[in-house]
């Protein structure tokens, strides 16, 4: 393995395969029962792995700048409710209670809007019919984005902006991936989620994207402390105007954040520090 980055203790490892499935960038494989970096260098510094294992048997060295810091949460301590949320991409089939929905909804509309316009909408897809929908929806997009990236297009950029035709072949290879894991029933959208929310605002709105990532924030931390996982959608975003027709929102609102939520597959143990970060301090005189 990767010695760099993660080390695993074979003495404590019970080859659960756990980090391996929690994984978003697909760095680890089982080799003869023990967790592997089959391609390091994809590696994206989240910390699941160690987090998440039941056995405490993978230590991840972090990030080279800003190392984070792994440790047993402590109940009393508050810092331990930003640490130990995690981007949940796997799910029981519990479905999530419509008071616990209503209240996550309340406690969203908490946050801050431009002019305190308050125009956000919420929209909840609980349906297993409904969720499917929304992947199918989604992943049509990604393979019409997909076509569009032909070899007329990057032929020409290639003369005229080299640089923009190799961002958009990798693009293209990106789009491919994602579209071939939905046809293969992996759910790379939407997770498998038993719930998404859709938050919207009028497109008039000059703050409305602000608005709903503001509120959404709120909605993944209260989620979180009431011990529910939830994954923050992005690549909805450029399906929006489709997903807008699905939940017939009115022409004049657009979709600006997407988020999934259940109940977590996986308990993770570990609460995760990142560090100081950065921060830059002036001492301004007169």
């Known amino acids: 393995m990767n010695t760099f980055l993660i080390s695993v203790d074979k003495d404590r490892c019970t080859s659960c395969a756990i980090?391996?499935?929690?994984?978003?960038a697909g760095v680890l494989t089982l080799r003869e029962g023990i967790p592997t970096a089959r391609h390091p260098g994809s590696c994206i510094f989240c910390g699941h792995c160690t987090a998440v294992c039941p056995e405490d048997a993978l230590t991840h060295r972090g990030e080279e700048t800003g190392k984070f810091i792994l440790k047993i949460p402590e109940p009393d301590n508050p810092e331990d409710l930003?640490?130990?949320?995690?981007?949940?991409?796997?799910?029981?089939?519990?479905?999530?209670?419509?008071?616990?929905l209503q209240k996550l909804m309340y406690l969203a509309e908490t946050a801050?809007?431009?002019?305190?316009?308050?125009?956000?909408?919420?929209?909840?897809?609980?349906?297993?019919?409904?969720?499917?929908?929304?992947?199918?929806?989604t992943t049509q997009?990604?393979?019409?984005?997909?076509?569009?990236?032909?070899?007329?297009?990057?032929?020409?950029?290639?003369?005229?902006?080299?640089?923009?035709a190799r961002s958009l072949l990798?693009?293209?290879?990106?789009?491919?991936?994602?579209?071939?894991?939905?046809?293969?029933?992996?759910?790379?959208?939407?997770?498998?989620?038993?719930?998404?929310?859709?938050?919207?605002?009028?497109?008039?709105?000059?703050?409305?994207r602000e608005d709903c990532t503001a509120a959404q924030q709120i909605l993944i931390l209260n989620a979180h402390r009431l011990g529910l996982g939830t994954c923050i959608i992005g690549f909805a975003l450029y399906a929006h105007k489709e997903l807008e027709k699905f939940l017939n929102l009115p022409k004049n609102?657009?979709?600006?954040?997407?988020?999934?939520?259940?109940?977590?597959?996986?308990?993770?143990?570990?609460?995760?520090?990142?560090?100081?970060?950065?921060?830059?301090?002036?001492?301004?005189e007169d």
């Open 170 to 208: 990798k693009d293209r290879e990106a789009l491919k991936r994602l579209v071939s894991a939905s046809e293969r029933g992996h759910h790379p959208f939407f997770r498998g989620a038993p719930c998404a929310i859709f938050i919207s605002a009028p497109k008039t709105q000059r703050t409305g």
């Open 112 to 137: 801050p809007s431009g002019h305190n316009a308050r125009k956000r909408q919420y929209h909840i897809v609980d349906s297993k019919a409904a969720i499917d929908k929304v992947e199918a929806i």
């Open 253 to 284: 609102r657009r979709i600006y954040a997407v988020t999934v939520l259940g109940y977590p597959k996986y308990n993770y143990r570990k609460a995760i520090y990142r560090g100081d970060g950065a921060m830059e301090r002036r001492d301004w």
């Open 82 to 100: 930003y640490a130990t949320r995690r981007s949940i991409r796997h799910y029981t089939s519990q479905k999530v209670e419509p008071d616990v």
């Open 141 to 164: 997009r990604y393979r019409r984005l997909a076509a569009l990236i032909n070899p007329v297009v990057t032929g020409f950029l290639s003369v005229v902006a080299p640089r923009k």
């Open 19 to 24: 980090c391996v499935d929690v994984c978003p």
